[in-house]
Nanobody, 115 residues
Framework: QVQLVESGGDSVQPGGSLRLSCAAS????????MSWYRQARGKERELVAR???????NYADSVKGRFAISRDNAKNTVYLQMNSLKPEDTAVYYC?????????WGQGTQVTVSS
């Protein structure tokens, strides 16, 4: 059974930091590209960051220089380090695994940035 379980979401003040984790099971994690998406209320889901099986990364322009995606293949876990958080980063953050035509979504974790 495939599972992607996100954790680490919280409420923080602007300028704060959070680290999201996504623990994967039920598929060959090392072979999959892993991504973080987010969806703010009333908006479409958008790609935040992606890391492929070789470790190459790419980011949405809105988070470049503030967020960092990483993966630990030994732990089947992908991370999203989020620094200098802004109110506009408020959203539900989703973990996504993809390999060719196969993909999986996590259930999401809420991040709220507010003073």
């Amino acid at each position: 059974q495939v599972q992607l379980v996100e954790s680490g979401g919280d409420s923080v003040q602007p300028g704060g930091s959070l680290r999201l984790s996504c623990a994967a099971s039920g598929f060959t994690f090392v072979s999959y590209a892993m991504s973080w998406y987010r969806q703010a209320r009333g908006k479409e889901r958008e790609l935040v960051a992606r890391i492929n099986s070789g470790g190459s990364t790419n980011y949405a322009d809105s988070v470049k220089g503030r967020f960092a995606i990483s993966r630990d293949n030994a732990k089947n876990t992908v991370y999203l380090q989020m620094n200098s958080l802004k109110p506009e980063d408020t959203a539900v953050y989703y973990c996504f695994a993809s390999l060719w035509g196969t993909s999986y979504w996590g259930q999401g974790t809420q991040v709220t940035v507010s003073s």
